[in-house]
């Protein structure tokens, strides 16, 4: 699939977490004793929930209305709405007050007050910083993120929006016909694929820039670079991080060299020439963060007959008949394609309450349908916290959890029993191409694991040394582990057409944790309903798909989390986060 900007967007500036814990697990103190004691505590939370909750909620209308006019106006009254949120939270009278609650109180409240006060205390500490420092990370960001949305790649003097250019880097796939010789197609291909990365010369100084004032505040709060802040106020320990994707690269290394090996047999027949010839623009994807076309079979055919309003009401269905009805997160969304508006996919909490909205493009594609379910999958999380938890702890466990859900439903459009139940694909059509689906589905898995690995480690060392030539930083690291081969003479910052260097910096490797979380999931759902249930996301009978809702909305979406993030993942699936699942799902 064409993972665009698969983005959870929390409707405040932190991520906070709630479980529901036992009475036994509650400290004992006698009630009249309680009330009294932790009124330093409680007040402060009133005090907090109530200035953050309206800041956020104006925050997220205003970063809302930005992404779906493109105006500059509009981006700049949701900077200075994002800006409210920093400055309140660099109050150091609050952040003192905050840090002597958790050190008078420690072991003294119920874990979910516990919580609240940790995460409100890393919250306030980063953004201990100047007014004119926050002020110019906010605009500098805002300003990228604007030529992002409105910016639009230029082929032969006309400009294209991203979809128009991957359609056309699509159709450019064949050789020696009305296209032309291979080499001609080819340089094409070259030409389109080009465009999709002229934005990187637009932002790329930019961007630089930025991330010397993202260090610069790092190491006011202590931090050698900012790579390590967000690390550390996203819960990750950076030694095990570092860990588990040197054991993932180490794990997928052969497999995806012999499935790349056969990968490109396959191009270098579509495409008329040696397989060794091959360069980036011959994989479809511009980043190549997913697969080209099958050679046996194009998922697209089963989509490409429906409407984009097709697409979201197959969505809708799907979810209702899980029990997790979509139509109010639906009625205040932004689906379909139009000039000025953010060209990618995301979805955000309004309220952390009944507005939850997802932003799209749809077209009648399968990377669209992939791309709906998986928004819808972040809404429903979002939708589904129990409403009785204080406003900031109705968020997701973590970053990587709610990544794992919409995973897990994305990927079910590339389901063989999903696409015959709800996409109305013909049973002897998919039997045919069952087998080339799943490997297909399998090729997905290894590629974007080891894009991950590319964006992980060049944005690691980007901040580490944001002076050195990151050009040739970048490709080394895709020649190293995507396997692609360098374009000669090619002096462009290619990396800086990612987006995620901007809205969503230091944070790509939650997808692929996500990735491996949602592997888990398919376990436990697994053990509960069987093989075909969790691999096909609904089961058969009147009525029996909403045991799925039911149970992921008991074991994620309700709780969320009062514990760190490994906890709870032990708690929803009953184990640890571990890539074991995800290697046996790639394997031959």
């Known amino acids: 699939m064409t993972r665009l900007i698969l983005m959870f967007c929390a409707a405040t500036l932190f991520c906070t977490a709630y479980c529901a814990v036992s009475a036994a697990e509650e400290p004992p103190m006698d009630e009249n004793e309680n009330a009294v004691s932790l009124k330093p505590v409680t007040d402060f939370l009133d005090e907090y929930q109530a200035a953050i909750e309206p800041m956020s909620k104006e925050a997220a209308l205003a970063s ?19 800006l409210a949120i920093r400055k309140y939270l660099s109050n150091p009278e609050m952040y003192q007050r905050v840090k002597s609650l958790n050190k008078q109180f420690d072991g003294k409240l119920d874990k979910i007050k516990a919580r609240e006060l940790e995460q409100a205390e890393r919250s306030f500490r ?17 300003e990228i993120e604007r030529i992002f949305n409105t910016f639009r790649g230029e082929v032969d003097g006309k400009k294209y929006s991203n979809n128009e250019l991957l359609e056309m880097l699509a159709d450019f796939d064949s050789a020696g016909g009305d296209l032309g010789t291979s080499e001609e197609v080819s340089a094409q291909r070259e030409q389109i694929w080009a465009a999709l990365k002229q934005v990187g010369a637009a932002v790329g100084p930019k961007l630089i820039e930025l991330a010397k004032v ?17 690390i550390y106020f996203q819960e990750h320990d950076p030694e095990y991080l570092m860990r588990i994707f040197g054991e993932l690269e180490e794990l997928t290394n052969e497999p995806f060299k012999k499935m790349k090996g056969e990968m490109d047999a396959e191009l270098g027949e579509r495409f008329k020439m040696k397989s060794e010839a091959l360069m980036p623009w011959h994989y479809d994807n511009p980043f190549f963060q997913a697969p080209p076309p099958s050679a046996e079979v194009d998922l697209n055919i089963f989509y490409e007959d429906k409407s984009k309003e097709d697409i979201c009401e197959i969505s809708r269905q799907y979810f209702g008949d899980l029990g997790l009805p979509v139509e109010s997160i639906l009625a205040n969304s932004d689906l379909y394609e139009r000039e000025g ?5 995301f979805c955000t909490s309004i309220d952390n309450g009944d507005d939850v909205r997802i932003l799209c493009n749809i077209k009648p594609t399968a990377d669209w349908m992939t791309t709906q379910l998986h928004e819808l999958g972040h809404a429903v ?6 409403r009785k938890l204080p406003y900031m702890l109705r968020d997701a466990a973590h970053a990587l959890t709610t990544e794992g859900v919409a995973m897990y439903f994305g ?14 694909a013909k049973p002897e059509e998919v039997a045919k191409m069952a087998d080339a689906i799943r490997e297909q589905r399998r090729r997905e898995q290894l590629i974007f694991a080891r894009w991950v690995l590319v964006m992980l480690n060049f944005e690691k060392a980007f901040y580490e040394n944001p002076d050195q030539d990151l ?5 080394d690291m895709v020649e190293r582990y995507q396997m692609l081969k360098r374009p000669a003479d090619r002096n462009a910052p290619d990396w800086a057409a990612k987006p995620h260097f901007t809205i969503a910096p230091v944070y790509y490797h939650n997808y692929m944790l996500g990735e491996l979380f949602a592997a888990q999931l398919r376990n436990s759902l697994k053990q509960k309903f069987g093989e075909e249930a969790a691999n096909s996301g609904f089961v058969p009978g009147n009525g029996n798909s909403e045991k799925i809702g039911a149970f992921m909305t008991e074991k994620v979406f309700a709780p969320g989390s009062l514990y760190p993030w490994p906890e709870f993942v032990q708690k929803a699936t009953g184990s640890p986060l571990t890539s074991r699942f995800f290697v046996e799902e790639i394997k031959d």
């Open 471 to 475: 050009n040739t930083l970048w490709w």
């Open 381 to 386: 999380y979002s939708y589904n916290h129990d």
């Open 64 to 82: 809302w209305k930005a992404a779906t006019t493109g105006k500059e106006e509009d981006f700049d009254d949701s900077a200075e709405k994002s």
């Open 411 to 424: 990927a079910l459009a590339s389901s063989p029993p999903w696409m015959i139940e709800y996409a109305d």
């Open 214 to 230: 993202r260090n610069q505040a790092a190491r006011q709060l202590g931090f050698d670079n900012y790579w390590e802040m967000r």
């Open 341 to 345: 508006k953010d060209q990618h996919a």
């Open 126 to 142: 980063a953004n201990q910083l100047p007014q004119e420092l926050l002020k110019q990370m906010v605009e500098q960001s805002t």
